[in-house]
């Protein structure tokens, strides 16, 4: 955090258990010296030297070139899972209106947080983790607010005089939401930073949640259809947003 303003700094290597720093970085040794000395944790500089980058055998080159390719690898999975559920953020929303499903509207807006996630995950690719953590914490929070909006919505359906729900459309859109949230969970547990980064985590968490809610989706178009009744679709609805909390609570606690 103290030298994260420094940008003539390429690359840090941590030995905690020997309590030593290793910093790659461009000229002005003399303001990270000050900035490490100001931590007043007993600094002691042990050597400095010159490397070539050109040099094949030069560790800090292969570190930055994988640190490199990481980065690129989860900036093209985080595009695919956001194009994937903001896709289907609208088709979810125009056909759970058009079908009355609260179960639709309730996974559509859960989509759009998802993908709000990996948008601003974008970001933190490649970021220190403040910042990452940092993100994770505001994507708890937007979670949280849509789950409140959803509650009264499930509220004001319930006391209101609401149409059925047209139960094949449900069960229709929410076993291709299905599919295409058990693409993008197979995607993320097959990314390498899924236990080390913290937005990758709250990437996991969200989209284990919306296979759960397109499960439970299907189930509740079965029984509209069964019991000739809108509440299996309102009960779902609020299944949906206690999942949505759940998960907001479990990114908030990543981030701290």
Request: proline letters at 2%.
């Amino acid at each position: 955090m103290k030298l994260e303003g420094h940008s003539n700094i390429e690359h840090l290597e941590f030995d905690i258990p020997n309590r030593q720093l290793t910093v790659f970085h461009h000229d002005n040794i003399e303001g990270i010296e000050t900035a490490i000395h100001d931590l007043k944790l007993g600094d002691t500089l042990l050597s400095t030297e010159t490397i070539d980058p050109s040099d094949p055998n030069n560790n800090f080159k292969i570190d930055a070139d994988s640190s490199h390719k990481k980065d690129a690898e989860q900036r093209k999975l985080l595009w695919i899972v956001l194009v994937i559920n903001f896709a289907f953020f609208i088709i979810e929303m125009s056909t759970g209106l058009i079908s009355r499903s609260m179960g639709l509207v309730a996974d559509s807006l859960d989509m759009l947080a998802d993908s709000f996630v990996y948008g601003i995950s974008l970001f933190a690719v490649g970021g220190t983790v403040i910042k990452k953590k940092r993100i994770a914490r505001i994507a708890g929070y937007f979670q949280i607010t849509l789950a409140i909006l959803g509650f009264l919505e499930v509220l004001r359906r319930f006391f209101g005089n609401e149409q059925l729900p047209d139960f094949s459309t449900m069960i229709v859109i929410s076993i291709l939401a299905l599919i295409a949230n058990s693409i993008c969970l197979y995607l993320l547990q097959k990314s390498k930073s899924k236990e080390e980064e913290a937005h990758m985590q709250a990437s996991m968490i969200f989209t284990s949640n919306d296979v759960i809610i397109n499960l439970g989706v299907i189930v509740a178009g079965i029984l509209v259809n069964w019991l000739h009744s809108s509440t299996p679709d309102l009960i779902i609805g609020s299944i949906v947003f206690a999942l949505v909390i759940q998960g907001a609570f479990r990114i908030l606690k990543l981030s701290k």
